[in-house]
Each structure stands twice: as structure tokens, then as C-alpha cells.
């Protein structure tokens, strides 16, 4: 019998506790903790870790998934997929259920992980451990935690070591575009992270004509570049899963790819993660009509780039939806894609989303 101490009373803080009692360990808590400090005879180990070792105890195969963004989609593409082609498959890590949690299913399948850069920081799986892994775009994010991006990336490249096959940016190119057609991942922006789905599927044994089904019943989770309403011939569109610069940047390109004119009036800020805020300033130029910024870094995000758009403080998002609703012509988006964490004022960025969207959907039934 081990003795186990889990950090943390969250919902995998707790999922771990119950897997370690099924197995005969004794579990206590400590929560409240910002720092954790081991002696050398202390094994230390991820959720993710401890639940990924019991899964392949009890017969499950298992597929993973990290990037900077796009994770959650990816993840819940390729276990919908399965599930639909008459498969069993668990959405579980980052995303979805805790690992651990899934522990107590009675029958064995595929789990589809979604890795965060956080628990690789304390993940040691043996190698060809996953069936197979993807990486997905690695841009700039996290450096609040990490401390450089060579660090932050070098967290990310640890998974393809624990896989028996993998795919990163640094593969060749993925093939057969065409699996993707009319999809949600058939644009530019999203077309690598639908290919790396196709990859894991396909070490999951599907056919292509199984996952051309799994992509075009494929239905994109909230918050991630969601239409809200369209009112008066203006979209307005929910992003809030944007917490980086890179993302936000993504999210207007997107937004504004179908038009030959400045068309995004973008609602950003919060709590801002120290990623570049230079590498959006072409985008928004290109695309952004412009941009209403709201929380703690309102003002570092006006000083960066209020000399190649037009930028407002707002401060509030109440405030930046008025805002960019009275300046809104037929034809534009009004666009929340935050490029920061939402904790300055909200809860996560699921609260910060829904917000957004009550108050588009009460100026909606105003008219």
C-alpha cells in the first residue's frame, strides 16, 4: 500500500484520491498550497501521469493531443469520431473528464487526452506509451509560468517521446486535405489541426470514409470562435477561449478572411500572460476595424497598438459591446477574442464567454 498525498481538491485532485483509494492506497489532501517541495525519496507525478499508468493497467489504448491551440477541439473530434464509427472513446485530460476519473468505467476503450503544458511539467511516461501523439501549432503562450517560449515549447516536445507515433510541426506535411471538405477545419487557420485529428484516427483504425463522417458531423465546442446573434447585419462572435496572444490573432484572421476591408471591431484584454503583443499588430492593421479593450492590461494592450488601429478603453465588457455595437456597419463582426486570461474579472473564460453573450442576446431582444 502506498501512501499518496494529492495537492489539490479540484475535480482532479479529487478524481486521483478516489482512483488511489479503489486501488488500495491510502489518500489524504492538501489544498491551498503554491508550492510543492519533495525530498529526493518523494515520487512526484502528475493527475494525468497517475491516471494514464491505471488506465493502461485495465486495457485502454490511448491517443494524445497538446499545442497552443486548438487542443479541446482536436481532442473532442477525434473521440466523437470514434464513438460515431461504433467505437468506445473518452474525451479525458485537460479536456473533458479527469484521467483519473475515467478509471471507473467497466469496460476498456480509447482515451483521448488532452496534455497541457502545466502536467508535462511533471508527466515521465515511458516511451511508446500512447498509441499515437500530435503536437499542434506551438506559438507563444504561458510565459507567466514557463519563463521563455524555448521553454515553453521544449514542455510541449516531451509528448512525441512517450508515443509510438507522433506528429508535430516539425513533420512533414500531413496529406489528403480533402478528408476535411467543407468541415469546420476546412480553412486555413484550422486545416493542420483537422489533419492531425485525421492522423490520431487513423491510428485508431479508422477508415477515411469514417472520418470524413466524423468530420462533417463535427459540431465546434463554445467559446471558440462561436456566432452569438447577428443583429442589424453585424455578427457577434465569441472567442473568449483565446487567452493568448497568438490565439487572438488567429481568431481575427478568421474573422476577417472573408472580407476585402477592415471589418473586426475586437473586444480584448484581462489579465494579460507576458506573450508578444507585436505579433498581432499586422493582423489587426489588415483586419481590425477597431479594437475596445477591457481589464487589467487595457492600457498595455493601447500602448502596443494604438498607433496601427484605432483603439478604445473601455474597461468593462459591457461598456466594449455598447461601444462596438454603436460603431458597427452591415457587414462587420464584433469579435471577443481577448488574447489574456480571464481571472482579472471573471471566474474563467467559460463565465467571461457567457457574459458576452447575455449581453448580445438582451440588445438582440431589444430590437
Known amino acids: 500500500m502506498d501512501k499518496v498525498l494529492v495537492i489539490g481538491k479540484g475535480a482532479s485532485g479529487c478524481a ?32 494525468l501521469e497517475y491516471g494514464c499508468r491505471a488506465l493502461a493497467e485495465r486495457g485502454w489504448k490511448m491517443l494524445a493531443v497538446t499545442g497552443s491551440k486548438g487542443k479541446s477541439s482536436v481532442v473532442k473530434l477525434v473521440a466523437d469520431t470514434i464513438n460515431l464509427a461504433g467505437g468506445k472513446a473518452v474525451a ?21 487526452v488532452e496534455v497541457s503544458s502545466f502536467m508535462l511539467e511533471t508527466t515521465s511516461l515511458p516511451p511508446r506509451f500512447f498509441e499515437a501523439a500530435a503536437v499542434l501549432n506551438l506559438q507563444e503562450d504561458h510565459l507567466d509560468r514557463h519563463g521563455s517560449i524555448e521553454a515553453y515549447h521544449a514542455l510541449k516536445m516531451r509528448l ?15 496529406e489528403n486535405p480533402s478528408l476535411l471538405a467543407g468541415s469546420y477545419f476546412d480553412n486555413a487557420i484550422l486545416r493542420d489541426n483537422g489533419l492531425a485529428g485525421a492522423f ?3 491510428a485508431a483504425s479508422l477508415s477515411d470514409e469514417e472520418i470524413v463522417q466524423g468530420f462533417r458531423h463535427f459540431r465546434p465546442l463554445e467559446h471558440r470562435m462561436s456566432l452569438v446573434s447577428k443583429i442589424d447585419g453585424v ?11 497568438a490565439a487572438l490573432k488567429a481568431g481575427v484572421e478568421m474573422a476577417g478572411e472573408a472580407f476585402s476591408r477592415p471589418s473586426v471591431l475586437l473586444i480584448a484584454g484581462g489579465k494579460w500572460k507576458g506573450d508578444d503583443l507585436k505579433i498581432a499588430t499586422s493582423t489587426l492593421t489588415k483586419w481590425g476595424k477597431k479594437v475596445y479593450l477591457i481589464g487589467e492590461c ?70
Request: charged residues 25%; contains cysteine.
Open 200 to 202: 490520431l484516427m487513423r
Open 160 to 174: 512525441p517521446l512517450m508515443a509510438k507515433k507522433s506528429v508535430s510541426p516539425f513533420s512533414p506535411p500531413i
Open 235 to 245: 455578427k457577434y462572435v465569441d472567442d473568449s477561449k483565446a487567452t493568448s496572444i
Open 16 to 47: 486521483a484520491s478516489s482512483l488511489a483509494v479503489s486501488r488500495g492506497d491510502e489518500a489524504s489532501f492538501a489544498a491551498g498550497v503554491d508550492l510543492v517541495v519533495a525530498s529526493p525519496g518523494v515520487r512526484v507525478m502528475s493527475e
Open 298 to 367: 487595457a492600457e498595455k494592450f493601447f500602448s502596443a497598438w494604438a498607433s496601427s488601429v484605432d483603439c478604445e478603453i473601455c474597461g468593462t465588457m459591457d461598456k466594449a459591446v455598447e461601444a462596438a455595437a454603436r460603431d458597427a456597419e452591415k457587414g462587420d463582426t464584433v469579435l471577443l477574442s481577448p488574447g489574456a486570461a480571464s481571472f482579472d474579472q471573471f471566474g474563467n473564460f467559460n463565465e467571461r464567454g457567457e457574459h458576452f453573450a447575455k449581453i448580445v442576446k438582451t440588445r438582440e431582444m431589444k430590437k
Open 92 to 112: 479525458c485530460g485537460n479536456y473533458g473528464r479527469p484521467v483519473s476519473d475515467v478509471c471507473r468505467e467497466e469496460t476498456a476503450g480509447w482515451a483521448v
